[in-house]
């Protein structure tokens, strides 16, 4: 691997993170409809309602979160998206956001995992 491709490796995986206290916080609450997940960006951080978050669990089953608030352009989530687990489904898997800091166009992939 030649040196400007490994450096972009490196500047991906760097841009990667799995901290829960990192510009996400997920919220958690049991309901009768299932276990309702919701996304809560910092005050310094947006969602990107163009790729929507995904939660992948361990047997690759795959729900995104959604949101009706939505900045003018359609670009960013106004609102925390969030998704409801049926019941029975445990909310176990990573969690895929692409983030990006307020002011900035270019976009950070950001994992949770959730256990």
Same mark, same amino acid.
């Given at each position: 691997?030649? =040196?400007?491709?490994?450096?972009? +490796? +490196?500047?991906? !995986? ?22 309702? +997940? #919701? +996304? /809560?960006?910092?005050?310094?951080? *947006?969602?990107?309602? *163009? !790729?929507?978050?995904? &939660?992948? !669990?361990?047997? =690759?089953? @795959? ?5 009706? =608030?939505?900045?003018?352009?359609? #670009? ?7 998704? @409801? &687990?049926?019941? =029975? %489904?445990?909310?176990?898997?990573? %969690?895929? %956001?692409? /983030? ?5 166009? /270019?976009?950070?992939?950001?994992? %949770?995992?959730?256990?």
């Amino acid at each position: 691997m030649n =040196g400007w491709r490994a450096a972009a +490796l +490196l500047a991906f !995986l760097a841009a990667c993170s799995e901290a829960a206290d990192g510009p996400i916080r997920v919220t958690r609450e049991e309901t009768a409809a299932g276990t309702r +997940l #919701a +996304l /809560v960006a910092t005050h310094a951080a *947006q969602i990107n309602a *163009q !790729l929507k978050p995904a &939660l992948e !669990l361990k047997d =690759g089953t @795959v729900f995104r979160f959604d949101a009706a =608030g939505r900045t003018p352009d359609s #670009a960013y989530f106004t609102t925390a998206p969030e998704l @409801v &687990l049926p019941p =029975g %489904i445990a909310a176990r898997g990573k %969690i895929r %956001i692409s /983030v990006c800091d307020s002011g900035e166009a /270019v976009c950070r992939l950001v994992m %949770i995992a959730l256990k």
